[in-house]
C-alpha cells in the first residue's frame, strides 16, 4: 500500500457522522469506515468504529455482532466478546440468526478449550436445523436451510478436529462439502450476490479443512488432491489470487510435511508475492505468517545463510512491536540455522530457551523436548569447555527420542523432524567417537554406546512407515485393535493441544488465553498417563506388537551374545564428515573405527558402481565392472575389520540409504586393474553374506523360538496381470523393474502426478520361467501353489494367509514390482504390484499394512523384481519396511533383487540356492546363495557381477 492510499483511508477514518442522517445512511457510513479498517489491518482503529456503530444503532445486529466477535478474537478482551455474543444468543429468536450465533458462538468456545460449551451450541444450532428451519418457504429459505447444514457439519468436524478425532472429523467435513455442492445449485435471482458470493467462499475453504484433517491425519496424497478441489472451486466461483491465501499457504504446509521442501518454498513465495501486491505492510501477522513458510523450508533446504538472512530482517521488521515479536521467533528454525552458520552461541541461547518452554509447556520427558533437548547437547558439543554438560544432555535426550519408555510423538513421522533426529544422532555419535581410542574401543564405555547410536540411526528412517501401517493393520486383532484406535485418539488429541499451546506461544496469545493454556497443559499431563497405560496394556498383552513399533536398539553385548562361532557383524553408518565402522565378534569384542570417506562420498561411488552393475540387458557391450570403487569400499570400511573378520565364514552387516543399494558381494579385497571377472578377489568367496536393515529386527529374528518352518515346499506369485486383458507380453533377456518413480506437479492446477499408471507397468512375462522351475526343483503342484497372470492378485494373497495355505510353506515368492509411497494417488506406504481386478472395490497393491496382517512362517520370501536404486534413498527404505513387515507376518529372511536381471542367470541363483538349501542340511541361507552365486560367477557368460549379484539376503541368514 502506497503511503498516499494510507493516508486516504486515514482520513475516511477521521470523518465524523453527518447529524440528520436516517437509519439506513447512519449503518451505510460506519459500513465505510469499517471497511477502511479492514483495508488498513487496524484492529483498534475497527474496535472504535464497531463501538461508535454500536452505540449509534444498538439495535443493529451487524455492529453488536461484529464487534462481539472481534473482541473474541482480540484475546484480552474476550471475555467482554463473549459477553456480547452471548447476548446476541439470548436476546436472538430469528431461526436463520439464532442458528448462525450458536455457530458462531461453537467456533469461539473451540478456540478456547471450552469443548462441551461448544457441543452444547452445536447441539442447540442442529435442532434448530431440524425443526425451525425447515419451515422456511421459497428460494431463500432453501438457501439458509442448505447454508445452516454447512456451516454446521464444517464446524461440527472443527469439533472433532479439535480433539483429535480426526475420522469423525473427516466424516462432517465431507458432509460439509457435500452441502456446498448443494448450496451453490441452489442460487439463483432471490438469493443476493453478497450471500452468494459468501457461501461460496465458505464452501471452497471447506475443502482447504478437508485437506487440513487429512494432513493431520496422514493422509497426505488425499490432502493434496482436496487442495486441488479447492483450487478448482475457488476458480470456477471467480475468486482471485487475494481469496487464495489461505489456500496457498496450506499447499506449502503439506508440501513441508511431505517433504517436498522446494516445493514448499516456490509456494511460500508465491503467497508472499499475493500479499505484498495487496499492499498489505510488512509488519502485520498475515506478512509475518506467510514469512514463517519460507522460513521453514530454507530449513528443510539446509540454505542456512538464505533462513539468517530472513530471521535478520523479521527481527528488523518487529523491532518495535512485542505483539509481532514471537510471531518471528521461529526458534527450531532460526537456531538450527545458527548452528550451521557459526553462530554457536546464539543457538546455544536459542535452544536453551526453547527447551525450558517445552519442559514447562509439554513436560520434560515428551519427545519434542526430547528433539530441543538434542538441538541444545549439538550447540553445546561446538564447545570443548562444555564437554561434560553436552554429553549428560546428549544422553538424556537420547533416551528420551529412543528409548522404547518414550510415547511415540507426531514428530517422529515428520520429515524435517526425521532431520533434526538423525543430525542429533550423528553429532552424538561424533562427540562419543572423539572420545574412544579405536585401539581401547572394547574397553571404552562410550564406544559401547556409540555403536547403541549408530544402530539406532540406521534403522531410524524405516520406522514411519513400519509405525503408520503397524497402526492400521491392528485393527484386524479386535483386541488390540480397540487399544491402539484409543491410543491413537489420544495421541491426536495430545498432538493437536502440543500445537495449539506453541501456536499462542507464537502468536504472542499466550498470556491473552493463559488459563485456555494453564488447562490444555492439565491436559497434555493427563493424556500422557492414559497413553501410559495404553503402553503398558500393549507391552504386556501383544509384545510382538509392541516391538514392532517400539524396537529396543541392542547393545553389542546383545548381538554378540547370539552370533555363532564363524559369524560376524558390521554396522556402517555414513555421516556428512566421515564414516563409522563398528564390527561385533561371538567373543564380544567390540571393534571400531572411523573413515574418511564422507556421505556424499559414499552416495557417488554407489553410483558409479551400480551404473556399472545394471547392465545385464547389454550382454557383451556391458562396461567392465568399477573395481576401483569396489576396492575403495572395502579398504574404507572393511578393511580395518579384516583380522577380526578372518575366521567369518558370514558376515551380518546392517547398513541403509545408499549403502544399503548394493550387494556387498561385489566389493574386491585387492585390486583387480586387469583379468577375468570370475578370477577376481571378490567378497563373496571368502564370506557368505547377509544384509539387515537394523540390528533390531536382526536381533528379533536371531531370537524366535526356533520352530519348524511351514513343510509344504513352495508358493508363488508372478507375472501379475497389471492391465486388464493384456496383449500378451514379449519376454524379454532382462526382467523389467520400475526404475522412474513418480513425478509430483506443485501446480495445483495440473494433475496431481504422472504416476507410474498401474496398466502402464513393465509386465514380467520372463518371471513365470523361474517360478515355474523353482516349482519343479521344490515339487510344488503348480496347479495349486503357483499363480500367474490374472491370479496372481493381492486377494488371492490375502486368501492364501486366511486358510492357513500360506502359513504352510517353506519359500514364498512374489515376482512382482515393489512401489513406493507416492508412486500411485493415494499410495501412503510400500506395496507390491499384484494382479489388477478390473474392480474399484478390490486394490491390486500388496501393501506394508497388508503384510503385516499375513501369517506365514517361511524360510524364505523372494521379491525378485526390485530395484533398491532411488533418490535419497527412499526405495531402499521402502524395501526395508517391506522386509521387517514380512520378519513380523513370520518370514526369517528375503532374497530381493538390487537392480533389473538377466532371467536364465537369475534362474540358476535361485534353483542353484535352493537346491544347496533343500540338499544341505548344514548350509545356512547365506551360505546357499554364496554357493549359487559362485556357481553362475564360473559361467562363462555371466562372470560380470551384473549376472551373479543382483539378489541379497536380508535378515536372518542362518538356517
Known amino acids: 500500500m502506497t503511503p498516499a492510499a494510507e493516508a486516504q483511508l486515514r482520513d475516511v477514518l477521521k470523518q465524523a457522522l453527518p447529524a440528520g442522517l436516517a437509519d439506513k445512511e447512519v449503518g451505510l457510513h460506519y459500513q465505510k469506515l469499517e471497511e477502511a479498517t479492514f483495508k488498513l489491518n487496524d484492529r483498534n482503529e475497527r474496535e472504535r468504529v464497531l463501538r461508535e456503530w454500536y452505540r449509534a444503532q444498538p439495535n443493529n445486529l451487524a455492529p453488536r455482532w461484529n464487534l462481539g466477535m472481534l473482541l473474541i478474537e482480540k484475546g484480552s478482551a474476550a471475555p467482554d466478546g463473549f459477553g456480547i455474543m452471548e447476548g446476541i444468543y439470548q436476546d436472538t429468536k430469528e431461526p436463520i440468526a439464532a442458528m448462525r450465533v450458536r455457530i458462531k458462538l461453537a467456533e469461539s468456545y473451540l478456540e478456547y478449550g471450552k469443548y462441551q460449551n461448544a457441543q452444547r451450541m452445536l447441539g442447540e444450532a442442529n435442532a434448530l436445523i431440524a425443526e425451525d428451519l425447515k419451515r422456511q418457504r421459497g428460494p431463500e429459505g432453501r438457501y439458509w436451510q442448505v447454508r445452516a447444514q454447512m456451516e454446521f457439519a464444517i464446524t461440527q468436524a472443527r469439533y472433532f478436529q479439535y480433539q ?45 479443512s478437508h485437506a487440513m484433517i487429512q494432513m493431520q491425519m ?12 479447492a483450487l478448482a472451486l475457488f476458480t470456477s466461483y471467480g475468486f482471485t489470487d487475494q481469496h487464495l491465501w489461505h489456500l496457498y499457504r496450506t499447499t506449502a504446509d503439506l508440501y513441508f510435511i511431505q517433504g517436498r521442501f522446494q516445493d514448499s518454498l516456490d509456494t511460500a513465495n508465491k503467497v508472499k508475492a499475493m500479499v505484498a501486491a495487496s499492499g498489505l505492510k510488512e509488519n502485520t501477522a498475515q506478512s509475518l505468517w506467510t514469512v514463517n513458510r519460507v522460513v521453514r523450508a530454507l530449513a528443510g533446504l539446509e540454505r542456512w545463510q538464505d533462513l539468517v538472512a530472513q530471521t535478520d530482517q523479521l527481527d528488523k521488521i518487529t523491532a518495535n512491536d512485542p505483539a509481532l515479536k514471537p510471531i518471528a521467533a521461529l526458534t527450531e528454525y532460526r537456531a538450527f540455522a ?32 526430547g528433539l530441543s533437548r538434542g538441538m541444545y547437547a549439538v550447540a553445546l558439543s561446538r564447545n570443548p569447555a562444555k564437554s561434560a554438560q553436552a554429553k549428560t544432555e546428549f544422553e538424556s535426550a537420547f533416551k528420551t527420542l529412543s528409548d522404547a519408555e518414550t510415547l511415540p510423538d507426531v514428530n517422529q513421522e515428520h520429515p524435517f523432524y526425521l532431520k533434526v533426529k538423525k543430525k542429533i544422532y550423528k553429532e552424538y555419535l561424533g562427540f562419543l567417537s572423539r572420545t574412544t581410542k579405536p585401539s581401547e574401543a572394547d574397553k571404552q564405555t562410550d564406544a559401547g554406546q556409540a555403536f547403541v547410536v549408530a544402530n539406532t540411526l540406521i534403522s531410524s528412517s524405516v520406522q514411519k512407515a ?20 484409543a491410543d491413537q485418539d489420544a495421541k491426536s488429541e495430545l498432538a493437536f493441544l502440543v500445537q495449539f499451546i506453541n501456536n499462542q506461544s507464537m502468536s504472542g496469545a499466550a498470556a491473552d488465553k493463559a488459563q485456555v493454556v494453564s488447562d490444555m497443559r492439565l491436559r497434555v499431563q493427563e493424556l500422557d498417563k492414559t497413553r501410559k497405560a495404553y503402553k503398558l496394556k500393549i507391552e504386556k498383552e501383544f509384545p510382538d506388537y509392541f516391538q514392532l513399533l517400539q524396537p529396543r536398539t541392542p547393545t553389542s553385548s546383545d548381538i554378540a551374545s547370539v552370533l555363532q562361532p564363524k559369524e560376524y557383524f558390521l554396522a556402517i553408518v555414513p555421516t556428512e564428515d566421515q564414516t563409522y565402522v563398528f ?46 570403487d569396489a576396492y575403495r569400499l572395502y579398504q574404507e570400511l572393511l578393511a580395518p575389520q579384516a583380522s577380526y573378520m578372518a575366521g567369518a565364514q558370514q558376515l551380518i552387516i546392517a547398513a541403509s540409504g545408499d549403502l544399503g543399494q548394493i550387494p556387498y558381494a561385489v566389493l574386491v579385497n585387492a585390486p583387480w586393474p586387469q583379468g577375468a571377472d570370475k578370477d577376481a578377489p571378490w567378497l563373496i568367496k571368502d564370506h557368505a553374506i547377509s544384509q539387515i536393515s537394523s540390528a533390531q529386527s536382526w536381533l528379533a529374528l536371531r531370537k524366535m523360538p526356533k520352530t519348524v518352518s511351514g513343510q509344504a515346499s513352495m508358493i508363488a506369485w508372478g507375472d501379475p496381470s497389471f492391465a486388464m486383458n493384456p496383449a500378451a507380453a514379449q519376454k524379454n533377456g532382462v526382467r523389467a523393474v520400475v526404475s522412474t518413480r513418480a513425478v509430483r506437479s506443485a501446480d495445483l492446477s495440473q494433475p496431481h502426478v504422472d504416476p507410474v499408471t498401474y496398466a502402464a507397468l513393465p509386465p514380467l512375462p520372463e518371471t513365470r520361467d523361474e517360478v515355474l522351475a523353482l516349482a519343479r526343483l521344490m515339487k510344488s503342484n503348480t496347479a495349486t501353489d503357483v499363480l500367474l497372470g490374472d491370479k496372481a492378485t493381492r486377494v488371492s494373497v490375502l486368501q492364501s494367509s486366511d486358510s492357513g495355505q500360506l502359513k504352510t510353506k517353506k519359500v514364498v515368492v512374489f515376482a512382482t514390482h515393489g512401489l513406493l509411497a507416492g508412486d500411485l494417488p493415494g499410495l501412503s506406504e510400500p506395496a507390491l504390484a499384484m494382479a489388477s481386478s478390473g474392480s474399484r472395490d478390490d486394490s491390486p497393491l500388496l501393501t506394508l499394512q497388508d503384510v503385516l496382517g499375513l501369517r506365514m512362517n517361511a524360510d524364505w520370501v523372494i521379491l525378485s523384481a526390485c530395484n533398491t536404486a532411488g533418490a535419497d534413498g527412499k526405495n531402499e527404505e521402502a524395501l526395508s519396511g517391506l522386509a521387517r513387515g514380512f520378519f513380523y507376518a513370520g518370514a526369517k529372511s528375503l532374497l530381493v533383487t538390487h537392480w533389473s536381471v538377466e532371467s536364465e542367470s537369475a534362474m540358476m541363483i535361485t534353483t542353484e540356492t535352493f537346491k544347496v538349501y533343500g540338499a544341505e542340511n548344514q548350509s545356512t541361507r547365506a551360505q546357499s546363495l554364496q554357493r549359487g552365486m559362485l556357481k553362475v560367477m564360473q559361467d562363462a557368460r555371466f562372470g560380470h557381477p551384473a549376472y551373479w549379484a543382483p539378489y541379497a539376503l536380508v535378515g536372518e541368514g542362518g538356517r
Open 164 to 208: 483429535g478425532r480426526y475420522s469423525e472429523a473427516l466424516k462432517f467435513s465431507q458432509q460439509g462439502l457435500t452441502k456446498g455442492v448443494e448450496l451453490a445449485a441452489s442460487h439463483d435471482r432471490s438469493v443476493s450476490q453478497w450471500l452468494a458470493n459468501f457461501s461460496r467462499n465458505l464452501h471452497a475453504n471447506a475443502a482447504v
Open 218 to 229: 496422514g493422509a497426505t496424497s488425499d490432502a493434496e488432491e482436496s487442495l486441488r478441489s
Open 338 to 369: 545458527y548452528l550451521q552458520t557459526g553462530r554457536t552461541q546464539a543457538a546455544e541461547n536459542w535452544y536453551r530457551g526453547y527447551l525450558n518452554w517445552a519442559v514447562a509447556n509439554i513436560g520434560a520427558q515428551a519427545y519434542a523436548t
Open 466 to 485: 513400519i509405525g503408520e501401517a503397524a497402526a492400521r493393520a491392528s485393527i484386524t486383532q479386535p483386541a488390540l485393535g480397540e487399544i491402539a484406535r
Open 583 to 628: 564390527g561385533v565378534g561371538p567373543d564380544g569384542g567390540l571393534h571400531f573405527h572411523r573413515s574418511a570417506l564422507t556421505q556424499s562420498e559414499v552416495a557417488q561411488t554407489v553410483k558409479r558402481l551400480r551404473a556399472s552393475l545394471d547392465v545385464a540387458g547389454l550382454g557383451p557391450r556391458a562396461p567392465r565392472f568399477r573395481y576401483d
